[in-house]
């Protein structure tokens, strides 16, 4: 059984800078692409960042290319999203996410990932 534990959302202002993580239990996913998403009050799940089951490969969102980085820790089974220079547009809650094959490449289509976390707020204020 899989689980996904987010931590580290908040309310900052803008141009601040917040470092979420993502802790995985209960399955090793180091071989597993990972993804970040974000939803905001009356918008669907977008996808933000993620990173491959190498660690090499990333992939973000337009809207996040160059402000976010995404990494792995895979001693500690754990994804970060590292955010910087947030905008009020950056508000929303924060899902991890992990695709279940092994070698996956990362997608940006929320359907293509099998396990989930509760997820974890993050408001900017201007």
């Known amino acids: 059984q899989v689980q996904l534990v987010e931590s580290g959302g908040g309310l900052v202002q803008a141009g601040d800078s917040v470092r979420l993580s993502c802790v995985a239990s209960?399955?090793?996913?180091?071989?597993?692409?990972m993804g970040w998403f974000r939803q905001s009050p009356g918008k669907e799940r977008e996808f933000v960042a993620g990173?491959?089951?190498?660690?090499?490969?990333?992939s973000y969102a337009d809207s996040v290319r160059g402000r976010f980085i995404v990494s792995r820790d895979s001693g500690k089974n754990t994804v970060y999203l590292q955010m910087n220079s947030l905008t009020p547009e950056d508000t929303g809650v924060y899902y991890c996410?992990?695709?279940?094959?092994?070698?996956?490449?990362?997608?940006?289509?929320?359907?293509?990932?099998?396990?989930w976390g509760r997820g974890t707020q993050v408001a900017v204020s201007s």
């Open positions: 990173v491959g089951w190498d660690d090499v490969a990333t």
């Open positions: 996410a992990a695709r279940s094959s092994y070698y996956d490449f990362v997608s940006y289509a929320a359907a293509h990932y099998d396990y």
């Open positions: 209960g399955h090793t996913l180091t071989r597993n692409a």
